[in-house]
T-cell receptor, first 115, second 112 residues
Framework: EPEVTQTPSHQVTQMGQEVILRCVPISNHLYFYWYRQILGQKVEFLVSFYNNEISEKSEIFDDQFSVERPDGSNFTLKIRSTKLEDSAMYFC?????????????FGPGTRLTVT | QKEVEQDPGPLSVPEGAIVSLNCTYSNSAFQYFMWYRQYSRKGPELLMYTYSSGNKEDGRFTAQVDKSSKYISLFIRDSQPSDSATYLCAMMGGTSYGKLTFGQGTILTVHP
């Protein structure tokens, strides 16, 4: 069964460094998303992406964040200058064109630790 | 008032019990209602989705939506130890394409 994959599984970085989190969505899906989950808190929406453009973003997704689909298979989240409060699990998700966005399939997540 | 509220539990039941999980919400714009299961340190796994009000059944799982009360439920029949996980409700508005708003999650343990 096709699934969303994410790399790395765990990333440790120092405050102020740039990180890139990578995702490979399910191959025939057209909508892509990033969410984060701070330990013990809710899963929070960051951004949705379709047709090489951001469709919607949350207040969390400020100028320090960017997303890109550099080729036909990868979807990345970049954090330019990490802060301690960026420490969280970051989940990538994708959904098929037919679903209207509610049928989202999540990857296993990348645990980001900022020291 | 929080957009989506979910009792975090924890909820502990014996194997074979019927489990009832619930969420309330305040945003009338929500049209799509989903239930996800999340095992420890894993990504959320989509269990069921429902559009608007009504019931939907899938095997041992039944989802109910009551939009008039802004209340959704997930029932698990004949619960199994493998059902032990955190259950997340999630919702999406009709005009918000793909932005899911999650509840806190309910931790469920089914003991043999």
């Amino acid at each position: 069964e096709p699934e969303v994959t994410q790399t790395p599984s765990h990333q440790v970085t120092q405050m102020g460094q740039e990180v890139i989190l990578r995702c490979v969505p399910i191959s025939n899906h057209l909508y892509f998303y990033w969410y984060r989950q701070i330990l013990g808190q809710k899963v929070e929406f960051l951004v949705s992406f379709y047709n090489n453009e951001i469709s919607e973003k949350s207040e969390i997704f400020d100028d320090q964040f960017s997303v890109e689909r550099p080729d036909g298979s990868n979807f990345t989240l970049k954090i330019r200058s990490t802060k301690l409060e960026d420490s969280a699990m970051y989940f990538c998700a994708s959904s098929p064109w037919t679903s209207g966005g509610y049928e989202q399939y999540f990857g296993p997540g990348t645990r980001l630790t900022v020291t | 008032q929080k957009e989506v509220e979910q009792d975090p539990g924890p909820l502990s039941v014996p194997e074979g019990a019927i489990v009832s999980l619930n969420c309330t919400y305040s945003n009338s714009a929500f049209q799509y209602f989903m239930w996800y299961r999340q095992y420890s340190r894993k990504g959320p796994e989509l269990l069921m989705y429902t559009y608007s009000s009504g019931n939907k059944e899938d095997g041992r799982f039944t989802a109910q939506v009551d939009k008039s009360s802004k209340y959704i439920s997930l029932f698990i029949r004949d619960s199994q130890p493998s059902d032990s996980a955190t259950y997340l409700c999630a919702m999406m508005g009709g005009t918000s394409y793909g932005k899911l708003t999650f509840g806190q999650g309910t931790i469920l343990t089914v003991h043999p």
